[in-house]
């Protein structure tokens, strides 16, 4: 905690006991033992045999394969929440290691599963994944086939695996050393990015243009480096995706998304077509700072506004309060983490920063970690990983394999539960400007997940065409693409300077995840359109809403959303969201009169 007044946060501390009394706890011990010696036996049982079980006995493998998973997972949960709260503890993170190691073996005693179900013949599959003694765990068995016509055989799969070491992932390793060793320049002093980025969000212009001065600065001295990099993954991509017969170059990840090639084009085309939201947002924030032209390292300014303080039990209060009117059972789940101990808030020395919700084991609960220092943003904070808290806790039913929902829709509670907070704040506050501060760091977040993330899409997709058509990239040429596809969102409501053209090259997700960035958007749309369809019709859609919680990841994100009135194929859905967060400028817009700014 900084020299503020307290918050009552302080030593708000988890209680880990429920999986392991501590690192030195003998069970742990004999776990990790019992953990390798299920696996052993599972793998003499099954290994070969995959395709030619029977139903029942293919539900036997599944409880045996649920039985060490949830053992191994619990394992490795209680290393790492153990270790978060105390990363400075050498036999913390040496636990973390060995746990992390012993892990890895496991998996590798039962990735057979995969490989096998995967490659069975057609009619056997078909029989098994139709089989009613199945039908807990046909939702696996369906998305594990999808893999089969994109699988080489076992021994290219193994050379791929052993070669992509020194290939693709190496290449984005040395991405990461390569911009992590650079030392941007601020006020005379070598600093890391992260400095220089947060200074993009000082009330003072002259710092925030110095900070863009001295990011671009560094990005160039190393630009050559990162071109390369960037042409050698999207050429390995290209490779990798014609071996495996993939159609285009997002088609894979929008696979392990779960989502067909044409929901993802809706989702794009949508938001392409609600970009005059962006404009007319920028515009207004031009005249609020007072500005003649608004200029790229002027789009994080703050406006100047009295922040108040909440403290953990005013927080406790807030959260649960707003989930409790929304549905009871919500509030009811969301209130044991306060009362069994399930959450941790405490700030100190050796705690990782930021927020999470570890999912833990159907046999456990799931864990909370936030550094509460009582803003608002922490408030919300602590409703988003709530709503994680309580979608994990729902889903614990559907068991280890199913519990999990796919990228696109695993934000869904959590970014539900932070509308619900913050609906909550705002209608409280009275003072207009402080309502207006709040609004717009509430619209600047949701254009951060919605518009920019489709805008980066777009970015991905031109440069990924551009290199399977044309060959390789100039910095240039990537510099061309990325202010066209950032243009395009801005129109002329920001002036974007060619420095600015260069800010493609510090982005990890294209290099380390390609493809990965609309998920973001695909997430905060969809509860935003979820909001709207609460908003006109209440009546019965928190009961559809928790059923949707509770569902996991057992069925396709387009079937489980089906019961609240989605149809994601449909550009119209995308847009009911779309359309509250253009209801947000509209309410910037008369609150700006209000405060008479
Ligand atoms: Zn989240």
């Known amino acids: 905690m900084p020299d503020t007044a307290k918050t009552g946060a302080e030593g708000v501390a988890w209680n880990l006991g429920d999986l392991y009394a501590s690192g030195a706890d003998p069970r742990l011990e004999a776990d990790l033992d019992e953990a390798d010696r299920r696996a052993d036996a599972f793998a003499a049982a099954y290994r070969g045999r995959v395709a030619g079980l029977s139903a029942k006995e293919m539900a036997g493998l599944f409880a045996g394969y649920e039985a060490i998973a949830d053992l191994g997972g619990k394992l490795g949960s209680f290393a790492f929440l153990s270790w978060s709260t105390q990363s ?11 746990v992390t190691e012993r892990g890895s073996r496991l998996r590798q005693k039962l990735v057979f599963l995969d490989i096998e179900w995967a490659n ?18 046909r939702h696996w068995l369906v998305t594990t086939r999808r893999y089969r016509p994109h699988l080489l055989s076992e021994s290219e799969e193994k050379i791929l695996q052993e070669k992509s070491v020194t290939g693709a992932s190496a290449w984005s390793r040395f991405f990461d050393e390569v911009h992590g060793a650079i030392r941007y320049e601020w006020q005379g002093e070598p600093v890391p990015a992260q400095v220089v980025l947060a200074k993009l969000q000082e009330g003072d212009r002259e710092l925030r243009r110095a900070a863009a001065a001295s990011l671009t600065k560094g990005l160039r001295a190393v630009e050559r480096t990162t071109t390369y990099i960037a042409n050698t993954l999207l050429a390995d991509k290209a490779s990798d995706d014609g071996l495996r017969k993939y159609p285009g170059w997002i088609s894979a990840r929008n696979m392990d998304n779960q989502i067909d090639d044409a929901t993802v084009e809706a989702l794009v085309k949508s938001v392409t077509g609600r970009y005059d939201i962006v404009a007319r947002y920028y515009r207004l924030k031009r005249r609020l700072l007072g500005l003649d032209e608004l200029l790229d390292y002027d789009r994080y300014a703050p406006l100047p506004a009295a922040e108040r303080q909440y403290s953990w039990d005013e927080s406790r209060t807030i959260v649960l309060d707003a989930y409790r009117r929304f549905h009871p059972r919500m509030a009811e789940i969301a209130a044991r983490f306060f009362s069994e101990r399930w959450i941790d808030a405490d700030v100190h020395p050796g705690k990782r920063g930021g927020a999470f919700c570890d999912g833990c084991v ?7 970690l936030v550094n509460y220092l009582g803003r608002s943003d922490d408030v919300m904070t602590v409703a988003h990983e709530l709503g994680h808290g309580v979608h994990d806790y729902l889903a614990r039913d559907r068991g280890i394999l199913l519990a999990h929902t796919p990228l696109t829709t695993a934000e869904t509670a959590s970014i539900f539960g932070e509308t619900l907070v913050f609906n909550d704040l705002f209608a409280r506050e009275r003072d207009a400007k402080v309502k207006l501060a709040m609004l717009v760091r509430e619209i600047e977040g949701g254009f951060a ?33 990325w202010l066209e596809t950032q243009r395009a969102m801005f129109g002329d409501s920001v002036t974007l300077t060619d420095d600015y053209g260069l800010w493609w090259s510090y982005i990890p997700h294209f290099i380390h995840t390609p493809g990965y960035v609309y998920a973001y958007s695909f997430g905060d749309l969809l509860v935003r359109a979820l909001t709207a369809r609460y908003r006109a019709a209440p009546e019965g859609f928190a009961d559809r809403y928790l059923t949707l919680l509770a569902a996991g990841g057992s069925d396709w994100p387009h079937e489980l959303l089906k019961p609240l009135g989605v149809d994601l194929r449909d550009p119209g859905f995308w847009a009911q969201g779309l359309g509250l967060l253009e209801g947000m400028v509209d309410e910037a817009e008369s609150l700006t009169r209000d405060a008479g700014a």
């Open 88 to 98: 400075d503890d050498p036999a913390r993170g040496a636990l973390l290691q060995r």
């Open 120 to 137: 069975a013949p057609e009619a056997a599959a078909a029989r098994l994944a139709a089989d009613p003694l199945l039908k807990r765990w």
């Open 362 to 368: 159907p046999s456990a609960h799931p864990y909370v």
């Open 449 to 481: 997940t919605v518009f920019r993330q489709v805008a980066m899409n777009r970015f991905e997709e031109a440069m990924h065409t551009a290199r399977r058509t044309g060959g390789e990239l100039t910095t240039a040429s990537f510099s061309r693409l």
